[in-house]
């Protein structure tokens, strides 16, 4: 079995409403907030995870500072602590 077939799969729909799907690389939380890794064959987004338990939603991140930021510190997370 290849990774693909243990993925969790997202669909999003943009401002255009536009859909398309992405696959659920990472979920990961980081100074108080919770965010997802999400990859297409196109491209590899951040996005932050908002809301509740109940109620959950994703939420572009435009800041690109933010986003760099965080995916570095997700990297040395990982390089730390590599998975098995």
Do not use: C, N
Not at 4 to 19: K, L, N, S, V, W
Not at 21 to 26: D, G, I, L, N, S
Not at 42 to 50: G, N
Request: net charge negative; hydrophobic share 35%.
């Amino acid at each position: 079995m290849s990774d693909a077939d243990f993925r969790d799969y997202i669909t999003i729909e943009d401002q255009e409403g536009h859909e398309r799907q992405y696959a659920v690389e990472a979920l990961f939380d980081m100074e108080d907030q919770s965010y997802a890794l999400l990859s297409s064959e196109e491209e590899t987004i951040l996005m932050r995870v908002e809301g509740d338990d109940e109620d959950r939603y994703l939420v572009g991140i435009t800041d690109e500072e933010e986003k760099d930021a965080i995916l570095s510190a997700y990297e040395i997370a990982v390089e730390a602590a590599p998975a098995d």
